[in-house]
């Protein structure tokens, strides 16, 4: 079980990640914005189930406090998507700080659940996410991240 909740929470580092790099996309807007419409665009991916938007949107050079890459990832996402016939994530921004415009860091509630074939069928969890994003270009790249279990320390 613990195994599933440090994927689940890798999964959803990523799908934040994920979020907010799409959002810099739109350069009329300032970093800010840009990284809020990131986050919301890995929203997004992760409903969608959809592993290449999300992995499109981590940095190549992406390692996170447990040592996991951005290969990690890639391998986590693929094995949720498999198992979760539905997944719904509800993140909500505590805080967007950015730095000289080009570096962004980011903290954030996230509420997720997926629906599978188990017993129970549904697995829900809440979780606290730092993350640190990138502009490269005319996009941001999520190159770190920290999270834990609501209540716990971020790690």
Request: hydrophobic share 45%; net charge negative.
């Amino acid at each position: 079980m613990t195994t599933t909740v440090t994927r689940l929470a890798v999964l959803f580092a990523a799908i934040l990640a994920l979020s907010a790099i799409v959002g810099c996309a739109e350069e009329a807007e300032g970093p800010e914005a840009q990284v809020r419409a990131w986050i919301d665009e890995m929203h997004a991916a992760a409903e969608a189930k959809d592993r290449s938007d999300i992995v499109d949107r981590i940095s190549p050079s992406y390692i996170d406090a447990r040592g996991n890459s951005r290969d990690d990832i890639e391998n986590t996402l693929r094995v949720y998507f498999l198992r979760q016939n539905r997944i719904a994530v509800v993140p909500n921004v505590d805080e967007i700080r950015i730095i000289d415009g080009t570096v962004a860091e980011v903290s954030l509630t996230v509420a997720m659940a997926g629906t599978n074939n188990n017993a129970f069928g549904l697995r829900a969890d809440a979780y606290r996410f730092e993350l640190e994003l990138e502009a490269d270009g005319e996009h941001w790249k999520l190159i770190s991240a920290r999270w834990g279990e609501v209540g716990q320390v971020v790690r």
